[in-house]
């Protein structure tokens, strides 16, 4: 029996063509749209993260907690070779590099402007961050000169600074005695990455040099930046480094950009809201088609109770119906978004000539829609689940028919 | 002769309107296995009414309606729906054929409600598509069928479970005398051979004239009970 109530709804759906085309274009639209959408969304914030991961906060990152407080260069971590050392051996990792720091002001002949300065060793800084492939071609080098005192600075605060290769910037700061201090360093490089506000923000010199300018002790820093091979093993790994580094703050990168964390989260969160309201939207459409179908067939849904089916088989017929038109409307819409996601996941969308907003927030400028395995299954789910809430009223309206009645009508 | 059906001081008054309708009012009746009955009068004389009643479509306000030895009057509605389905046929007047379905597909439609198998469907189907003329038009949708074949796969889908007896309402009503003739001599083919009880509600003169007994009614009452 379950077979021919299918079997009827099936065909039944294709009494009335033009109806049920109607109908199923609006879901396939409709949840086409909705996951097209959320595929560019989720493509972006995992754009964003990666390339947060790998310009700014890699995946776990060591400080002195006090640092993290109060930004204040005095607050180092002693030893830092040696915790290198700790780090390196463990099997996950791919990239460590050791950072002083020191919030300052860059300043040219024409301007000055607050930035982070970085003090790294570029050979270990390149296992973790990609800065130095961020500089085109005609913009510098990533410090490839052995000479002292050179900077790679954004492309944003260049303009901003009006600074160009070779021009001079000087740095100022509070040095580790509370003294000011600073010096004059020569533009080597310029980099852009897709986050035009890091860009303004930061600018990376030697760590040797910037030691010897805040009269740093030896063998100490202020940050230790890792990378792992793989995103999934950042918490398990965190948590082996603090263990063994107890007295420092060590941090995944979720801790560390709360925000970033939150925007990669919410995207899946985001897609069933997403979904849930079109569905409920398609879902009333789905309801008025239904009551419709149910009072043109009155007399038909009154004979076949008069001759002995019961309510549970009426219910089923018209719940295979109404979900047919859903899960065939769903089915479009998926295999269209399969499509669209595969094909822009490969090209992207260049969204460039818009795009100076998303790339202040960090966002590329070329978009690649991504959807999991997970968010087409809990979209089958959703489309099932409102063809069956759809089809409660129409069966509850088929069901209060008096057979009697019903085949007079 | 074995009863089938039987009736006791039948009422169903429809308080729904201003005024009161007593469309069935104190029949007491009895068929017999193999009878081939009319129920006859004047439009709003309560056939239809009682029709419904004896199929257990409608509810009496009183009395009782005994088949097999079951009062159906007081089943569940649940149990009513799996009676009807076991016990009775029927045939509507309007052939209330599923369209999507093939004429083979509708006929078999009850047997599926009760889960027979394949092979038995089949069997019966061809069988009954033989008995009453319509061979070969199996596998055709009623919109392709005229009336009168559209009618007589409903009455193969009556048959198909082998009911106590069919429950024939206006069953000629929409057909033209070569149909109606044609469909009067399958039933009463089937009457006569296999003791297939039919009751009819009609007032088509031609089905009157081919029925073994006449129920008159006015007023929902029994005003004459003829057997021929």
């Known amino acids: ?409 | 002769m074995k009863t089938v059906i039987e009736t006791i001081d039948l009422h169903k008054t429809y308080t729904e309107t201003e005024v009161e309708v007593k469309a069935v009012n104190g029949i007491s009746l009895s068929f017999q296995e193999g009878e081939f009955a009319a129920i006859v009068g004047p439009s709003g004389c309560g056939k239809t009414t009682l029709l419904n009643l004896l199929g257990g479509l409608d509810g009496p306000t009183s009395g009782s309606v005994i088949i097999d030895n079951t009062d159906i009057s007081t089943l569940s509605s649940r149990k009513l729906i799996d009676f009807r389905l076991n016990n009775i046929g029927f045939v509507f007047q309007a052939y209330n054929l599923i369209p999507v379905l093939t004429a083979k597909e509708n006929a078999e439609f009850i047997m599926n409600l009760q889960n027979k198998s394949k092979a038995e469907r089949e069997t019966r189907i061809a069988e009954l598509f033989k008995a009453i003329g319509i061979e070969g038009k199996e596998n055709i949708r009623p919109s392709r069928l005229s009336g009168g074949q559209q009618q007589r796969v409903a009455v193969a889908r009556a048959l198909a479970s082998k009911p106590k007896f069919i429950l024939a309402d206006e069953p000629t009503a929409n057909l033209d005398s070569k149909a109606t003739t044609e469909l009067l001599d399958i039933m009463r083919k089937l009457n006569d051979e296999e003791k297939i009880t039919f009751i009819f509600a009609t007032h088509d003169q031609r089905v009157i004239d081919r029925a073994k007994r006449v129920i008159y009614l006015d007023d929902g009452k029994v005003t004459k009970d003829k057997v021929k």
């Open chain 1, 1 to 409: 029996m379950k077979f021919i109530n299918f079997n009827i709804a099936w065909r039944n759906i294709w009494r009335n063509k033009l109806r049920s085309y109607v109908v199923i274009s609006a879901v396939t639209v409709g949840l086409f749209g909705g996951l097209a959408s959320t595929g560019i969304m989720k493509g972006m914030v995992i754009d964003l993260v990666e390339s947060a991961i790998h310009s700014q906060v890699s995946h776990i990152q060591i400080h002195n907690e006090k640092f993290v407080a109060n930004n204040e260069v005095q607050y180092v971590m002693l030893n830092s070779s040696q915790l290198i050392d700790s780090i390196v051996s463990k099997p996950d990792v791919i990239g460590v590099s050791e950072r002083t720091m020191a919030f300052g002001m860059a300043s040219t002949a024409s301007k000055g402007l607050g930035v982070m300065v970085i003090g790294i060793e570029p050979d270990n800084e390149k296992t973790v961050t990609n800065i130095f492939e961020k500089i085109k071609d005609g913009n510098g080098e990533y410090f490839k000169s052995k000479k002292r005192n050179r900077i790679v600075i954004g492309e944003k605060l260049a303009k901003k600074l009006n600074a160009k290769l070779k021009s001079k910037i000087v740095l100022t700061f509070q040095d580790y005695e509370g003294n000011l201090s600073g010096a004059s360093f020569k533009v080597e490089g310029i980099f852009k990455t897709q986050n035009t506000t890091f860009d303004e923000m930061n600018v990376f010199v030697k760590k040797t040099d910037l030691d010897k300018l805040l009269l740093l002790p030896n063998n100490t820093s202020h940050e230790i930046a890792i990378l792992l091979d793989d995103e999934k093993k950042t918490k398990s790994t965190a948590a082996i480094i603090k263990h063994l580094i107890p007295n420092y703050l060590v941090e995944d990168w979720t801790e560390i950009d709360p925000y970033l964390n939150l925007s990669y989260s919410m995207t899946s969160f985001m897609l069933l809201i997403f979904m849930s309201i079109i569905m409920l939207a398609l879902g009333f459409a789905i309801v008025n088609t239904m009551l419709m179908v149910v009072l043109e067939r009155t007399k038909e849904l009154g004979m076949i109770m008069a001759i002995g089916m019961n309510r549970f088989r009426v219910f089923s017929m018209i719940m295979w119906e109404t979900s047919l038109l859903a899960i065939v409307g769903g089915a479009f819409g998926i295999l269209l978004t399969v499509i669209f996601t595969w094909h822009f996941g490969n090209v992207g969308i260049d969204i460039s000539s818009v795009g100076d907003g998303f790339e202040a927030m960090g966002y590329g400028s070329v978009l690649y829609p991504v959807l999991d395995f997970i968010d087409y299954v809990e979209v089958v789910i959703l489309v099932m689940f409102t063809g069956l809430i759809a089809s409660i009223f129409p069966t509850i309206r088929a069901l209060k028919m008096k057979p009697a009645e019903a085949t007079r009508s």
